[in-house]
């Protein structure tokens, strides 16, 4: 019996395209053999760093190419958070992302994710009382862990008390272009007239993640003192890695794979709900539009890390819904199905709802 794993936000590696990237190495070292070996410079290679902007509309001057948006993310928290500083998260929010602010000694204040994203009233009540946040972490599409999407309406709400009470807005987006139902929203750094947004995306979703190349967009400003970070940290990211990313963005390959990604996703996105709505109909959640997260509650009386335990006798894994909050949380769960084909999910859930019986909890 292998064991099924609903913990990891990876894509499995039959919806990573190989044969694109074998390719695309070949042509960075046959095309630009000077650009892709040297060190470069902090900003990252220039030629994806210009196809970035073009994406996103904005000048070049405004991107910096990193290894991975986690990188993307400690910089900007080096550059902006300090001990004691008022830090806005999702409740739930990415474990990484609490993990580097308590690091770095934030005030880190949770306000509620609703189906349609943060509670953007509940902060604005917050602030109204006095608290003066230096940055708002915002996941706006397929949040992670919860799948959410944060609205049209919620995204004008938040630029506009970013603006009135003077914080930043960290959109942290590597979902983005894995929607597989219903229309894209426009992205809150498209929205900002006031150089409040900084902007992270990735590669890791719809390229591979291995491949450790992501972004920061935001005011010219902003970047320029991150790359002064970036030159003292490692005087410049993996050309080699950027190089390659180039060359399948360039070469018409990106839209395939994340093509292949979408597809593969919704299948078991579908497998998934059906899979519980079988084993567990006592569990609650919402499908999501696109993305590699579900999460899921399960009766008050179940104890997810006893759960835990029952799941991984039976070889199942997933990550506790307390790894993703400061409190609270105890019977709820994220279920990444990303990495794991409809079949494994089928069997996956059923061992799942099994350990959920042998807790001998009521319903
Ligand atoms: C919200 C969020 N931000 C950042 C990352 C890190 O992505 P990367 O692989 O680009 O470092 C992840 C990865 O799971 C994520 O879910």
């Known amino acids: 019996m292998a064991t099924i794993s609903f913990a990891r936000g990876a894509p499995s590696l039959d919806i990573v395209d190989v044969e694109g990237l074998r390719e695309s190495a070949r042509l960075a070292f046959d095309n630009d053999p000077a650009g892709t070996t040297a060190y470069g410079t902090s900003v990252g290679y220039v030629p994806l760093r210009e196809w970035i902007a073009e994406q996103h509309g904005v000048a070049?001057?405004?991107?910096?190419?990193?290894?991975?948006?986690?990188?993307?993310?400690?910089?900007?928290?080096?550059?902006?958070?300090?001990?004691?500083?008022?830090?806005?998260?999702?409740?739930?929010?990415?474990?990484?992302?609490?993990?580097?602010?308590?690091?770095?000694g934030a005030?880190?204040?949770?306000?509620?994710?609703?189906?349609?994203?943060?509670?953007?009233?509940?902060?604005?009540?917050?602030?109204?009382?006095?608290?003066?946040?230096?940055?708002?972490?915002?996941?706006?599409?397929?949040?992670?862990?919860?799948?959410?999407?944060?609205?049209?309406?919620?995204?004008?709400?938040?630029?506009?008390?970013?603006?009135?009470?003077?914080?930043?807005?960290?959109e942290d987006d590597p979902y983005v272009s894995i929607r597989f139902e219903g229309e894209p929203l426009p992205t809150m750094l498209s929205?900002?007239?006031?150089?409040?947004?900084?902007?992270?995306?990735?590669?890791?979703?719809?390229?591979?993640?291995?491949?450790?190349?992501?972004?920061?967009?935001?005011?010219?400003?902003?970047?320029?003192?991150?790359?002064?970070?970036?030159?003292?940290?490692y005087i410049s990211p993996n050309m080699v890695a950027q190089s390659i990313v180039n060359q399948f963005a360039r070469s018409g390959r990106m839209d395939g794979a994340i093509e292949t990604v979408k597809t593969a996703l919704r299948a078991r996105r579908d497998a998934l709900v059906a899979?519980?709505?079988?084993?567990?109909?006592?569990?609650?959640?919402?499908?999501?539009?696109g993305g590699y997260f579900m999460w899921v509650e399960l009766p008050e009386a179940v104890d997810v890390a006893?759960?835990?335990?029952?799941?991984?006798?039976?070889?199942?894994?997933?990550?506790?819904g307390t790894d993703f909050l400061l409190e609270g949380g105890a019977n709820t769960l994220r279920l990444a199905y990303s990495g794991v084909n409809p079949e494994q999910i089928d069997e996956g859930i059923t061992r799942l709802a099994e350990a959920v019986r042998s807790l001998g909890v009521a319903a």
């Open 275 to 289: 899979a519980l709505e079988r084993e567990l109909p006592e569990a609650r959640f919402q499908a999501p539009q």
């Open 191 to 233: 929205q900002d007239d006031a150089g409040k947004v900084v902007y992270a995306s990735s590669f890791s979703k719809t390229v591979c993640p291995g491949i450790r190349v992501g972004y920061l967009v935001g005011p010219q400003a902003v970047i320029k003192q991150i790359q002064t970070l970036a030159t003292n940290t």
């Open 107 to 170: 005030d880190i204040h949770m306000f509620d994710l609703e189906r349609d994203g943060i509670d953007v009233e509940q902060l604005a009540g917050a602030l109204g009382q006095g608290f003066r946040p230096k940055l708002a972490h915002i996941i706006p599409n397929f949040q992670n862990p919860a799948g959410y999407t944060l609205s049209a309406a919620k995204r004008g709400r938040l630029l506009e008390l970013a603006t009135e009470h003077d914080f930043t807005i960290f």
């Open 306 to 320: 006893e759960l835990e335990r029952a799941a991984a006798a039976r070889e199942v894994i997933f990550v506790k």
């Open 60 to 104: 070049a001057e405004q991107v910096l190419v990193t290894n991975g948006s986690m990188q993307a993310d400690a910089f900007l928290f080096e550059l902006m958070v300090g001990a004691g500083d008022g830090v806005v998260v999702e409740s739930p929010t990415y474990d990484r992302t609490l993990l580097n602010l308590r690091g770095r």
